[in-house]
Structures are given as structure tokens and as C-alpha cells.
């Protein structure tokens, strides 16, 4: 059974047995001993000791894990041996030069810094001139607003500085052994007292070790190298991942208006459809949170897996963003049932009207627009947001919809149903009722709103109209030209004015209308039982939708005729020509 002891090796603890103990001694006095004399000495040995610190930290698995000898001798292996470093000027001149790294670690050089020492530090790491590093993070920060000072200052953050020799050789790729540590420092003592010549240090460290390595050792070392590139191109594709996606996040999160710095042209919109400009700050927070903690942690991974001395952020603010995370989504689902509820039911408002039209009378019927929205007498199913006449903001649709019905009533009515959607059916039928159309008569005009309007409180909820005209048999119908697109119906309706009727005087009867004014011999298509047919027999009728466009085809034996939507001749095809 052995004792351990516990040792303070560059300021971490370590147990270790006392047999290993005694080698680990005996080894830092031979050191110390072969560089009796040397400038820096001080400085050299602090830097081999916080080496052998890092290689001890690399091995133990957790802080009760006590080093033995084995331990001991593969970190002697690493370093080399004290005999082996002896200082020999002579060995500068005679000796071949060669270069041999065994991979770079990614630390901040201070040394050579305008900052922070993170352009110099990516420099080495990735063997680019820091001044086009620095050229980069300008031109960065410009195009993305300022975005990428946050990667910046993260770097700055949780990059470690080299502050040791050791730190410095790793920081260029070059073995951390006795021999580079000891180089480097004179090297820096040289250089300050003005003394230093023109001599390639590299290849003393190198040149001083002895043999060659087997095969299997290359063979082993060429596997490591390119696990250990995979790895690294892994730690830098979460980077630039994560990095992007966070540098998206910010920009969107206030792009949107969120605190009032950009007053967002489509906030109109969200406030009109979605939750409102009284959640969507709310909204972004949550979601700029969901999404952004995740990718912070990949990016505190892929700089894990580049900077092996990477600062913690600590237990507490770990749990903190996992806390803030649970929250953030448990709020997104929270306001996405809420949206989902807003229109789960819909509801709708009828009002009947008489209409003073009685058989053998004449009705015209006209759309109207409406100048101060700016809209046109066109059905579509787009809402908008405009001012009114009285300079009030209006939500605004021309989604209505005309339907014609004949009755054997000895009046006319008119019946204006309006529908909506709500969370709940009283809400849905209380945003229907708040929905404003107009119509009026004049002598034997009726006028027809082109458009609905509602206050905005009100919000889109696919609010729409319908106009039903039950006009008495025998009397007379006119439609404008302007109708067409609010009539276009499919049978479900039953709709007896079809398109391509308009501009026609049309006698209402009890299956249809009759054409008073279409030419003898005129080729248009007639309603007969719900289709259009010709005063020949053999014929085929058919409505194509092209596009949204209706195109009307008619075959029969004097050849095809195509009409488009306007009732418009496009192609006519007989037996003599085209």
C-alpha cells in the first residue's frame, strides 16, 4: 500500500503516490540542475512545470484520481530527457534545419495585439497574416451591422491568452518540451538585451533528439493527425454555424422593431394579423431565446473543441440559460395556442332588406369603389390597411361575394350576410357585426360596396361579405361590367347571373334568366338547365380555369369557338379557316 501526496504543480493540485512522487523530484532537480546558469532559468522552470500540470490534467479523470508512475514516466516521454537539452551554441550552425509541428492550439496573442490579441491568435491558429484577419472582422462588422462584433468579444471572452512559453510554442504549433521552452525564453532575453543573432533556433530543440521513430510510430502519428484535423474541422463547422445563425438572430431580433430602434414597415401587418404590437416584443424575446441559447452552447462546443483551455462559463449561468430556455418555449407554445384559438370558430351576421322591384321592372346593378382606399371594383381576398375619409386607420377587404336568385315573391329583397372567425363563437359573431358595407338605391339603381371595412381592434379574422339579390320573376335585370369578378360562382350557389351576362337585359324566370337583347343568329351561350348550350343539338360546353382566368369552350359541328373571362372571342376554329 503507498502513500499519496498532494503536490501543487503552476497552481493545480494534484494527488500523486509517493514513489511517483520521488521520480517526478528527482527529474525537475535534473532539470534544474542542466540549466544551472542559464539566463531565465526562473521563467523556464515555471513553464515546465505548468507543461507538466497540463499533460497531468489531460490524463486524470476526475479530481480524486491519484498519478502514479506510469503516469509520471509518459509525461518524462513527452518532455524528454534533462541530458538530452544540454545547451551547445555550436549545435546552431552544424546541425540540418527541419520543422516538424504537432498541432497548434487556439490562444489570444497579446504580444502582438491591437485589442484583445484575437486576430494575431487566429493568425497562427490558421496560418493567415493577422493584418487580412483584422481587414476581415472590419468589413464583417460593417456588412452585418455590427453583428460580428459579438463573435468578437466571444472569442475575446472564452479564448485563453498565451501568457506562458508554453502557451506561445503551443499557440505555433511547435512541441512544448524542454528544449523549445528553454529556446523560446532565451530567445526573448536575446532579443530584449539586443544580443540576438541570426540563428535558426528551431532546429536546436529538434536536432537535440536522438533516433528515429519506428514505423508504427509515423504509421500512429499520421492517424492522430488526421483524427485530429477531422476534429478540428468539426469544432470549426459548429462555428460558423452557430455563429451565423446567432448573427441572423440579432439582426431579425431587432429588425423587427422590437424596442422601436427600426420602426419596421410590416409591423402594420403583424399587428393586423398576428398577436399584436403589444406581444410581438414579447414574441421576439422568446423566440430570439428558444432558438439563440442552443446554438450558443454549439459554439461554446466547437471553441471547446478548438481551445483546449477553454474558460468555463460556470454551473450557475449554465443552469441560468437552461432555465431561460425552458421558459422561452414553454412561452412560445403559450402564445401559439393562443393564435391557434383566435380563430377557431366562426360565426356570421344576416341582414334582409327589402328591395322595392316587382315584375316587369328593370334593375341595374353596379359595383362601386371607393377612391380614398384607393380601390377598385375587383373581388379579391386581400385585406389592407389604409386611412379613411375621416383619416382613421380601417382594415379594408374586397372579398365580397354576389349572388342573384330569382323568387316568386311579389318583391325583391336583398340579404347581406357577413361572417368572421373568433376564439369563440360570440367573439366571432361580435367581429361579424362590427363589419361596415354599404349599398343604396336610387329609382331603380342598386349600388353595391366594392370593399368591407372594419376597425383595427377588430384584426383579420377572414372577415367577409356576401350580397344575395332574390329578384322576382318577370322583372329585369342590368349588370355592370363591373360585376363579374364578385359573381364568379360554382354551382353550389346557384347562381343564375353567370359570367359573360353582364351588359345584357335579362328577364328573370323561375329556372333562370332569358336574354332580351342578345342578336338573332348571335352565337352567345344561352343557360339551359345549368349549362350553355346552342340552338343545335350535338354540342359540347365546357369552363376551363387556366391560371385563374376562366376560359369558356364550345364544340359543335360548325367547328370550336374559346371565349376568355370577359366573353371575349380568343380562337375560333370552322371548317374554311382560323
Known sequence: MNKTVNINLAGIFFHIDEDAY????HYLDAIKRSLSGTNGRDEIINDIEARIAELFSEKIQNERQVIGTKEVEEVIAVMGQPEDYMLDEELYEDEPSYTKTKGKKLFRDTEHSYIGGVSSGLGHFLGINAIWLRLAWILLTIFSTGAFILIYIALWIFVPEAKTTADKLAMRGEPVTISNIERKIRE?????SGKMKDIDYEKYGYSARKGANSA??????????LLNLFVKFIGILLLLIAGTTLIGLFIGFFTVGTFGIIEAPWMEWVDMVGPGQENIWVISILAFLAIGIPFFFLFILGLKILVKKLKSIGTTAKLVLLGLWIISVLGLIFFGIKQATERAY????VITETLPVKANDTLYLKMEGNPVLNSTPYRSGKFNYSLDEN???VLWSQDIRLVVKSTSDSLGRIEIQKTAEGKNYEDARARAEKINYSTSFSGNELKLGGQLTTAPE????????QITLYLPEGSILYASDNTYSFHRNSDWYEDILENGKEERYLLITRNGVDCLDCPEGDDSWEESEGEWLEEEDDEINARIDVDGEEINVKINKKGVKVKDENNEEILKINSSNI
Request: proline share 0%; aromatic share 8%.
Open 458 to 465: 377588430n384584426k383579420y379574422r377572414d372577415q367577409e361579405v
Open 216 to 225: 508504427a510510430t509515423a504509421v500512429g502519428d499520421g492517424i492522430s493527425f
Open 391 to 393: 383619416d382613421q386607420k
Open 188 to 192: 526573448g532575453f536575446e532579443d530584449v
Open 346 to 349: 366562426d360565426a356570421d351576421v
Open 22 to 25: 520521488a521520480k517526478l523530484q
